[in-house]
């Protein structure tokens, strides 16, 4: 099982829970692509935020794969509840969140 950690693409500066930037879905959109030459993972989990969840949808479209908001994975929360779930993951898994959480 491979676990890879993703932040959210840039977010706009305009609300408190912003969603992706033009430049923000660009960036993960490229980041897709050279995701896509090492891994493929079965699943993307991502934060309640907007950012984190527009970029997982990006994500999971690039990789025709399910996207699942999970609690437990916005800026300060504590990363034993992931780390639950991590351990018994199967398959590869992505999980987008946000600084300083990664």
């Known amino acids: 099982m491979k676990l890879i ?3 959210h693409g840039q977010a706009e500066n305009s609300s408190i829970d912003p969603g992706l930037s033009d430049a923000g879905r660009e ?3 490229r980041m897709a692509g ?3 030459r090492f891994t493929a993972p079965a699943r ?7 950012r984190a969840r527009e970029t ?3 994500l999971g479209g690039s990789f025709d794969i399910p996207v699942e908001e999970t609690r437990g994975l916005t800026p300060h929360d504590p990363v034993e509840d992931l780390t639950a779930d991590v351990n018994h993951a199967a398959e590869d898994l992505l999980v987008v969140s ?3 959480y990664l």
């Open 56 to 58: 997982a949808e990006i």
């Open 27 to 29: 960036a993960v959109r």
């Open 44 to 50: 993307i989990l991502h934060s309640t935020k907007r």
């Open 98 to 100: 946000h600084l300083p």
């Open 5 to 7: 950690l993703a932040r």
């Open 34 to 36: 050279h995701l896509a």
